[in-house]
């Protein structure tokens, strides 16, 4: 079955640093890719998504490109900011069950400290 | 605005007592969905709906139950025989069909067995 790894966390930083949080994942067909952000007592929030390989997705400074040689969606950012503090998760969206299932990482919990 | 809205956000619940949670999306999206986060293990799906008046088990159903009688509103039942059902329970909705729609989630409810 599909699923999605991703490095454990709380990743923490100080403001203005370089972010990378690593994403890969074990597919049978081709899926989609897709960053989501929750912030404290939220719901989820796309973040970012790419379709097919060596796609980019990018949104707010976050960038994420969909390497299939290495089944890899790592996820970017330049200058991180305190606001950015949230929980990231992968995710793989994949039609060949018939349905739009998606499937999460675990959540990587970033930290942003003045 | 459109969006999706959960109710109530905290709810606490004896032993025993079956509860429900109430999702509603001004969308127009057909499908909806209900996932369970708990600490560290991400988001697992519950049960989905591609349609009005369908409804399918996801990875985690037992001890859950759904219905879809209107195309705005999915509410779960969480019910006695569900052994563990604290947890943070998530509402999402999308577009069908084969396209790379985004899932948009609602807010949460916090469900606390006592």
């Known amino acids: 079955g599909n699923s999605v790894t991703q490095m454990e966390g709380p990743v923490t930083l100080s403001e203005e640093a370089f972010l990378t949080i690593n994403c890969t994942y074990t597919a049978t067909g081709y899926p989609s890719l897709f960053w989501y952000v929750q912030y404290p007592g939220e719901g989820l929030q796309l973040l970012l998504k790419a379709t097919k390989a060596d796609d980019k997705g990018s949104n707010k400074g976050f960038e994420a490109t969909y390497r299939k040689e290495t089944t890899s969606f790592h996820l970017e950012k330049g200058s991180v900011q305190v606001s950015d503090s949230a929980v990231y998760f992968c995710?793989?969206?994949?039609?060949?069950?018939?349905?739009?299932?998606?499937?999460f990482g675990t959540g990587t919990k970033l930290q942003v400290i003045p | 605005d459109g969006g999706i809205t959960q109710s109530p956000k905290y709810l606490f619940r004896k032993e025993g007592q079956n509860v429900t949670l109430s999702c509603e999306q001004n969308?127009?999206?057909?499908?909806m969905y209900w996932y369970r986060q708990d600490p560290g293990q991400g988001l697992r799906l519950i049960y989905y709906?591609?349609?009005?008046?369908?409804?399918q088990k996801g990875d985690i159903a037992e001890g859950y139950s759904v219905s879809r009688e209107k195309k705005e509103s999915f509410p779960l039942t969480v019910t006695s025989a569900q052994k563990n059902p604290t947890a943070f329970y998530l509402c999402?909705?999308?577009?069908?069909?084969?396209?790379?729609?985004?899932?948009?989630f609602g807010p949460g409810t916090r469900l606390t067995v006592l």
């Open positions: 969308l127009n999206h057909d499908a």
């Open positions: 995710a793989l969206r994949d039609l060949a069950g018939g349905y739009q299932k998606v499937t």
């Open positions: 999402a909705s999308s577009i069908s069909g084969g396209g790379v729609y985004e899932q948009f």
């Open positions: 709906s591609q349609i009005v008046n369908d409804f």
